[in-house]
């Protein structure tokens, strides 16, 4: 398969896609929701990068900001670039075009994403002829090698297969493979794997992650689950009441967490070590969009919480490039000690 | 009844198990055609065999269509079952001489994944947990302080929350209150079948501490069905590992874990992703999905998917076999049988 030709022309050095400061924002009752704020993001080509975050957190919805599928009345702020060009100024056509071309999505529920009157090949085949010029017949050839391409065994015979007629797994599999089909700079998926089995959950990963070697795709994934950011991330963003809390590498990030959620994230699990202790928790529940607290999202769930955590939100702060941090806290003595 | 399964009558205990369910069946009609007519069967749950033991935690995991949550609907008599036996502390359910469904169910309730489905949308969390009691005939008075004792124990302020309606609480919230409702009886043993999996990462480590500090304040026992096995690990005392509607393996959780058997359990355990980037999972589990389960493989139904199936695995039913009294350690695959003719019998690779 060849790469298609705006993706070979895209310059290296810029990022393959770049969020800039970018808020949604819903009117509800009255009132104006900010489901996110502020987000800032920036993916390399050939790059994944993971947004972590519990329900409530805002993660769906800036994918969504991106791809230009934010729900009815919500309005978006700040700038969202694709190699560099400001996608954000365009007309919805032009949005419209470059979306299918340049940008795939999956989506956690392949059953409700995927048409159900129509057979897996005739989605795919439909989507190349949407966005390239293409004859039906080497549009379907097309539509066959990306099943194969995505491992799905009898691709000639699940071709003519309904949604209904295939399991979770290979669902997901025509999904991505219709999402693959223009060959796009951009891939992104909405918790693809939580509805799968851990063993499917696990070939759909490793199939991602060569999908993407092959094809030099930038991936934002979205998850709830550190052990898939863990699995696939270069990169990690972590998302608390509508903003990015803390950012790096997946190393940096999971490894030696700077943001008091981060830390308390990735304490509070089950593990075989815990047996017989209670696991260490956060108290309380994630925020709802509607009553995000005043000043640091997390400060009433917050251990470290002072006073200043409860009036002002905390600047995102670089600890070094690609290292950010939205913590009063962070590098003061109570939240380096008692790590 | 297949042959060899006499050996799960053995025990490694020789107290009188508070639960013991044998050779557990259920097949499902499938129906087709104009006329709606039965055109197959699914075998949802083929010769299940276990006993629970008091103070256990006995997790059940497996893929979906495993029939780990059948197995909790037969136990719940939700469904009925074709085949099979279930004692309660050695009393027949269902049997002449034994116990009844509403005997059975005051000792045993269920907590289901999803928490707003459970629940009774016009009722508050009171009037649902005042309606087992009564139902039961307890006084009016007395449901009523115990519903109080009930939000107590799972954590939540009878007077911020008795009032409310399920839409009212978050997710977290609501399963407390299933769980207080399941509790409203007094059950010796509570299903909980993926209890905690739809709620966050935050609210489902409070939930599972919640569990632990019940279990041991009062009594009790849980089948514990999931798929994860991070959680399995952390609080259960035994795995039972389903596949296609028959159980592949069964031991101490200790030996689930660093001993398994079955190259279903291993391959399993092989998709438990890492928290630790430098440490990915690079081979693949195993290969597939699960089978139709209206035409499951003869012989070994993990054979399909298996890499060590050979001509055995095809022809024959694997015996369940004992390979370690102590963990009370069963397997049901031809290579830990040393009397099948498999060219690995009894002597798998490590």
């Known amino acids: 398969m060849t790469l298609s030709v705006a993706l070979e ?3 290296t050095d810029r990022a393959a896609v770049e969020l800039e400061r970018v808020g949604v924002s819903i009117p509800r ?20 990068l993971c947004i972590i975050g519990e329900s409530g957190s805002g993660k769906s919805l800036t994918l969504r900001a991106l791809i230009g599928l934010l729900p009815q009345g919500a309005t978006m702020s700040g700038t969202i670039r694709l190699a560099g060009r400001d996608i954000t100024k365009l007309s919805a056509d032009e949005r419209r075009r470059i979306r299918g071309a340049r940008i795939g999505m999956i989506f956690q529920e392949p059953a409700t994403a995927l048409d159900p009157v129509y057979t897996v090949g005739r989605q795919i085949t439909e989507t190349i002829m949407a966005h390239e010029i293409s004859s039906l017949e080497r549009a379907s050839a097309r539509a066959l090698e990306l099943l194969e391409l995505v491992s799905i065994p009898n691709a000639a015979r699940r071709f003519h297969s309904f949604p209904h007629e295939l399991s979770g797994g290979m669902r997901q599999r025509a999904m991505i493979s219709i999402a693959l089909a223009c060959q796009p700079d951009i891939l992104l998926a909405d918790e693809p794997t939580t509805a799968l089995d851990a063993t499917v959950q696990m070939q759909i990963l490793l199939l991602l992650r060569k999908l993407q070697q092959l094809m030099g795709m930038s991936v934002i994934f979205v998850t709830h689950d550190i052990a898939v950011a863990a699995e696939s991330a270069d990169h990690v963003a972590v998302m608390y009441a509508g903003m990015i809390v803390e950012m790096g590498s997946a190393e940096e ?69 690609h290292r950010r941090v939205r913590c009063w ?7 380096e000690t008692l790590s | 009844m297949r042959p060899g399964s006499e050996t ?21 009609p499938v129906r087709g055609g104009l006329l709606g007519r039965t055109i197959a069967h699914v075998r949802a749950v083929d010769d299940v065999s276990f006993v629970l033991h008091a103070g256990e935690v006995l997790a059940v995991v497996g893929e979906s269509g495993s029939g780990k949550s059948t197995v909790a609907q037969l136990l719940m008599h939700l469904v009925s079952r074709d085949q099979g036996s279930i004692h ?24 289901f994944q999803d928490s707003y489905a459970a629940l009774n949308p016009r009722l508050t969390v009171f009037e649902t947990l005042v309606y087992g009691p009564r139902s039961n005939g307890a006084s009016r008075h007395t449901s009523a302080m115990r519903a109080e004792k009930l939000l107590d124990e799972v954590g939540l302020d009878p007077a911020r929350f008795a009032a409310r309606y399920p839409h009212e609480l978050s997710g977290g919230q609501r399963q407390r209150v299933n769980i207080a409702r399941a509790l409203s009886l007094d059950p010796r043993i509570i299903i909980l079948d993926e209890a905690v999996s739809a709620l966050d990462k935050s609210v489902e480590a409070q939930i599972l501490n919640l569990l632990v500090t019940l279990k041991r304040e009062l009594d009790l026992q849980y089948i514990f069905i999931s798929h994860d096995l991070n959680v399995v690990e952390y609080i259960s005392d035994r795995v039972m590992v389903m596949y ?27 998709s438990k992703p890492t928290i630790d980037p430098r440490r990915r999972t690079t081979e693949l589990p195993i290969q597939g999905e699960m089978p139709n389960p209206m035409s499951p493989p003869s012989g070994c139904r993990f054979r399909t998917r298996c890499p060590f199936a050979d001509d055995v695995c095809a022809a024959q039913v694997p015996r369940t076999i004992t390979v370690d009294q102590a963990a009370n350690h069963q397997v049901a695959c031809h290579m830990a049988d040393p009397l099948s003719s498999h060219s690995r019998a009894a002597g798998m690779p490590a």
């Open chain 1, 253 to 321: 990030v999971l490894l030696t967490p700077k943001h008091p959620y981060t830390r308390a994230l990735l304490e509070s699990r089950a593990t075989a070590a815990r047996r017989g202790q209670p696991i260490p928790v956060i108290p309380g529940a994630p925020p709802n969009p509607g009553d995000f607290p005043n000043g640091c999202g997390f400060h009433p769930r917050c251990r470290f919480a002072e006073d200043i955590c409860k009036t002002s939100e905390p600047k995102f702060q670089g600890i070094d490039r």
């Open chain 2, 244 to 270: 296609l509607g028959t159980v592949v393996e069964q031991a101490a959780t200790d030996a689930i874990f660093s001993r398994p058997r079955h190259p279903y359990t291993r391959a399993l355990l092989t």
């Open chain 2, 88 to 111: 309660l502390e050695g009393a027949s359910v269902g049997a002449k001489d034994g116990i009844t469904v509403r005997q059975l169910r005051r000792s045993m309730q269920i907590v």
């Open chain 2, 8 to 28: 799960t009558g053995k025990r490694s205990s020789l107290a009188l198990p508070l639960l013991e369910v044998s050779h557990l069946s259920k097949a499902f």
């Open chain 1, 9 to 11: 022309s895209m310059p």
């Open chain 1, 329 to 335: 806290m962070a590098g003061t003595a109570p939240l």
């Open chain 1, 29 to 48: 009752e009255g009132q104006v929701l900010q489901p996110v704020r502020d987000v800032s993001i920036k993916v390399a080509r050939g790059e994944t």
